[in-house]
């Protein structure tokens, strides 16, 4: 009988997830769950720029040792190709987080997840605007049910709860956050041809260029972290789940199935932000959560159906990157 080394099952069960878009994209939407409780938690004792700026500083450094031999075999291209580079880091990273924190200040984490419901309509309509992509009646009808998911949740089954809302300068933030981050999910597709820890490395220090000036000014006006446990604790969950690995696994979910589908990810967010809730934090648990769940996972399935033209592209673009 034959046993393959301990090492080799190992490698292949990394291999199997890093190319699973839906276990990537699951971990995902828990990080970022979990960013928006924890960004609105930390306003009283990690101000926004700092939040932004240590996030992408530890995650940076984080990933460097496994990034640098990858980075010196693409740096020629990755020098080529700065100015996408640029576009990127500035979107993806710097002025999202930055608006993002920002809009926390001043906004509830139901309002943000609200206004998060619209983030994968926005991918599907950045792309047929940028790219001219074409969506299908299903992928259409998914998403209108999932964002009726994501509201019939964060409502907890009641629309007067969403008609008491009361959209703000945070709301708005929030808003034009979640519309550069569609921009640069539907770019994915232009990223430069290296190694996902190479383009990963390069758009965190763009990012912290952005930040950096931003941060410079808070310290200016006097707002420091508070030396708290709670404020290293936050700081840790931002850099490592959020930042290091919700990054790297949307990015890969985008290189495997696309940006429109990948959004479809992002609605599953407040409905595993409810799930922990329950568990958490001993919240009942109700019939809206049920609702919610469904329509949101006959959303994503809804989602999943292409023409067969678009499966075979998508079956060869994945042998190509094999």
Not at 21 to 44: C, K, P, Q
Not at 68 to 94: N, T
Not at 307 to 317: G, I, K, T, V
Request: some cysteine; hydrophobic content about 55%.
């Amino acid at each position: 009988m034959n046993h393959v080394p301990r090492h080799r099952r190992h490698s292949s069960r990394l291999g199997a997830a890093w190319n699973s878009a839906y276990l990537l994209l699951t971990i995902t939407a828990m990080s970022w769950a979990g960013n928006i409780i924890v960004g609105r938690a930390a306003r009283e004792f990690v101000p926004p720029m700092a939040l932004s700026f240590w996030r992408w500083l530890v995650a940076l450094l984080l990933l460097l040792p496994f990034a640098w031999p990858h980075i010196k075999k693409d740096w020629p291209v990755l020098r080529r190709r700065w100015p996408v580079l640029l576009m990127f880091g500035s979107l993806g990273a710097g002025t999202f987080s930055a608006l993002l924190y920002y809009g926390l200040q001043y906004t509830t984490a139901l309002n943000v997840s609200v206004l998060n419901a619209a983030q994968a309509a926005m991918i599907v309509v950045m792309g047929m605007l940028i790219f001219r992509d074409s969506a299908s009646r299903s992928q259409i009808v998914g998403v209108v049910l999932s964002l009726v998911g994501v509201l019939a949740i964060v409502s907890k089954g009641d629309p007067a709860v969403l008609l008491a809302l009361r959209l703000n300068i945070g709301d708005a933030l929030i808003l034009l956050a979640g519309l550069l981050w569609a921009v640069y999910a539907v770019f994915l597709r232009k990223r430069p041809d290296v190694h996902p820890l190479s383009f990963f490395a390069a758009i965190l220090v763009v990012g912290l260029m952005v930040v950096a000036p931003l941060y410079l000014h808070e310290l200016s006006r006097g707002r420091r972290i508070v030396q708290a446990p709670e404020s290293w604790l936050c700081l840790a969950f931002v850099a490592v789940f959020p930042s290091l690995l919700a990054q790297m696994f949307f990015n890969r979910g985008v290189e495997l199935i696309g940006s429109a589908r990948a959004g479809q990810f992002l609605n599953i967010s407040p409905a595993l932000g409810a799930l922990f809730a329950i568990l958490l934090l001993g919240e009942r648990f109700g019939l809206y959560h049920v609702v919610g769940m469904i329509l949101i996972g006959a959303g994503i399935l809804l989602g999943e159906r292409r023409p067969p033209l678009q499966r075979a592209h998508q079956q060869a673009h994945r042998q190509d990157d094999s």
